[in-house]
């Protein structure tokens, strides 16, 4: 008898979930925001998320999309390429329309293969692995530049600007920060000489050892693909063991964390490759405001999963419908005016045309420093 | 660069030995790993940046930062003893009598528990520590020591010295030596054994929750799940030394270090982690009870 209660509650529970899905299923469209919600760089998942939900607050207040409400889905891979993997099965199963994410290269090509299998289309708002992209799927975009740009745009800088005739390159051995270091190795001329390449481990917290190793080596400056965590560290212990050549790395470190981290006085002078300042930019200004307004400061990525959100929008508006293929169509003939200027998608999915210029870091903020 | 590269290593091995004494000194007595030890290192390092933020805004660190950090590490060593008493209390207590697997696995629960109830209380992302130690560095022969990293050696040194002294020289080092011997004779002499394992946790968490802060205050950088890393490496320092072994944990804790920084240097950063294991391996094979380790013969 016992056991009949408890098989008819279950029952009822099941059933009452199926309801539930079904009866949400026809009167809003979901897209996904898939990220780093937790872990060492949950900021930048966060940052996601805040950015998404302005796009689909904006379209929601205008009446959604093909005539439905939007509802915004968190998917969380915590950085990890497994639980990428399985957040992006979850996320498949749960139906949605498009994906804006993930962060971190490692996380997207692993989850691409999922999202395009589902036919599904995904944008990006932060991954640079050339890899990404390369390897003909069909549903995949991204909004960002790609790390064969943003390592040779830091090349042509030591070259052309700095004038530099020895460099150290490090990376922490991820698909991002090691694909960076190796464009930006790959884009030196033979005038300038490499004086050390090796790789550290992501989540260490001791880098002198190899620090010491590259200060015997007398570079005049040090290249460091990989993200702010190990970046910030790298730098603090640098200036530690008495070794001041500057710093160099990409669009991972620039997070005010990594000056946190660093300590503002050590920080002062890294250089970094990344997109240009939104706060120079007109179209970005209302963007800027409401967030402003809503979360508070502006993370390095807010605006792009903003625009990343949006073209899925659009596309998906354009399409007429909320169906993968169509949409992904629709995405690849797209001419699309974003908060960061205009956009339009080349064959294999990137954006037309390199965005990345070089800031630099000074009195603890990022500034804009030199245009290729 | 040798002499750079060592003291690199020295100061990361210090820390190793003093987290590596906690795990000895519980399998002396009790042939149990305690794989929740490397937990108390981790909120050693976050009491530390808790009690160092309360001094801060209670302006004690501003004019006083000295006495404000020997305050938290105080302060830190004590609340984390505190988790050492209770968790030996509630989780490894009552299985005393059980078959040796059941504490080892009510160990990592805790270890997972721990973790997890920091995460949610303080947030998964990473935690920085107030950089106050301004960035004099001392050098000589081209080598250079920032004062925290020579504050940790000695400091080390200074906990590793007073241990050693504990042990061979009180009597209640003396009653903890007598229960690592025989845990039956030694109650049948009027040894109140439950009370020396009590002592035991105490100082064990307390010298990891020291460890825990200084490493904090040294990287300036702290999450939930440092613990780990720190608890397997410490663990391979107390195997290397021989377990159940207390000079033999700060033996293996330096020579750990040392490895690990040389062999980053001299032959590859990238298996930074690596050589660690693969020294452990070697000993295992050659000698198993580990560079100092005769506790099998004392045990009839």
Known sequence: MKKGVLFSVCFFVIAAFLVGCGAKKDDTIKVAVAGPMTGSIAKMGSDFKNGATIAVEEWNAKGGVLGKKIEIVIGDDASDPKQAVAVANKLVNGGMAGIVGHFNSSCSIPASEVYNRAGIPMITPASTNPQLTDRGLKGVFRICGRDDQQGKVGAEFVKGKLNSKKVAVIHDKTTYGQGLADEFKKNLSAATEVVYYGGVTIGDKDFKSVLTSVKEKKPEIIYFGGVFPEAGLMVKQAREIGLSSPFMSGDGTIDPKFIEIAGEKAAEGTYLSFSPDPKNIPAAQAFIEKYKAKFGELGPYSIYAYDAMNALLTGIKEAGSADGKPVTDKLHALEFSGALGKYRFTEKGDIAGSPYVIWITKNGKFEEHWKP | ?300
Request: glycine content about 12%; overall charge positive; some cysteine.
């Open chain 2, 1 to 300: 660069m040798l002499l750079q590269q060592l003291i690199n290593g020295l100061t990361v091995g210090c820390v190793y030995a003093v987290i590596a004494l906690g795990y000895t000194m519980v399998y002396g007595i009790l042939e149990f790993i305690n794989f929740a030890h490397g937990e108390i290192y981790m909120l050693g390092a976050y009491f530390g940046i808790i009690f160092l933020a309360l001094f801060t805004s209670s302006g004690l660190a501003a004019s006083n930062f000295p006495l404000a950090f020997a305050l938290t590490v105080l302060l830190t060593i004590l609340f984390c003893s505190a988790y050492g008493f209770t968790i030996e209390k509630i989780a490894y207590r009552p299985l005393r009598k059980a078959p040796r697997l059941s504490p080892l696995i009510s160990a990592i629960g805790i270890s997972i528990f721990l973790q997890n109830y920091v995460m949610i209380t303080q947030g998964a992302t990473d935690k920085v520590f107030p950089q106050k130690f301004g960035d004099a560095s001392f050098n000589f022969l081209g080598a250079s020591a920032t004062s925290l990293q020579l504050i940790i050696i000695f400091a080390s040194g200074l906990m590793m010295l007073g241990l050693h002294l504990f042990i061979r020289k009180t009597r209640t080092g003396k009653a903890m030596r007598a229960t690592a011997q025989d845990m039956t004779m030694a109650s049948l002499v009027g040894i109140n054994v439950d009370r020396i394992i009590s002592v035991t946790f105490i100082i064990g968490a307390g010298l990891a929750a020291a460890a825990g802060v200084m490493v904090a205050a040294y990287y300036g950088l702290v999450n939930y799940s440092i613990g780990y890393v720190a608890g397997i490496k410490a663990f391979t320092a107390a195997v290397l030394g021989g377990i159940g072994n207390i000079p033999g944990a700060m033996l293996g804790g330096v020579v750990l270090g040392l490895i690990e920084s040389l062999g980053s240097a001299y032959v590859s950063a990238e298996y930074k982690d690596v050589y660690a294991f693969i020294i452990l391996l070697i000993i295992l094979l050659i000698k198993p009870s580990g560079l100092l380790g005769t506790s099998v013969e004392e045990k009839v």
